[in-house]
């Protein structure tokens, strides 16, 4: 019983200790990529193939290696805001940012996926974006300077964002 007792309390322990680390910082050891904090309180992800992630203080997500190549090519983000930047790679590699509303995909670029309120902003710095609904109901292409919002329902309409919107943004991750 004594043995049983210390198990348990071992395995809540070590509930709490990932709790507090966060999902960002239980994720770059086992995905291949270094972390380190910044001033502002991001978390910059540094991956290979030169892939680099800036996460929102607080923000959730979790990074996949969805074709099993030992590299990141993917992440669900289910809170709060990423900067990602992807150089363009020969071949098909693709890199997805999944959210419960949206699937933003690209070859190569500079942009933000921020998932918020029932509701996911992708904003591209740089390049181009594919912005698609989970199961396929809809998608539009985005290219510098463009954003969208992706919410449940209702059409995807290509906007470019107001200056304000962008600073604020990007305020938020540190740039």
Partial sequence: MTMMLARVGSIALAGALLLLAGPAAAQPAASGCTSAPTAQGTQTLRCERAITIVAESGAKFELSDRNRDGQV??????????????????????????????IAAVRGTKWTVDAEGGKTSVFVVDGR????????????????????DVETTGDLIVKRWPPARVSALMARLGQ
């Fill in 73 to 102: 090519d993917s992440v669900e983000l289910s809170n709060k805001a990423l900067l990602l930047e992807v150089p363009k790679k020969p071949g098909r590699t693709r890199f997805d940012v999944i959210t419960p509303q949206a």
């Fill in 129 to 148: 974006v594919s912005v698609a609904r989970p199961g396929g109901r809809g998608s539009v292409v985005l290219g510098a300077g463009d954003g969208v």
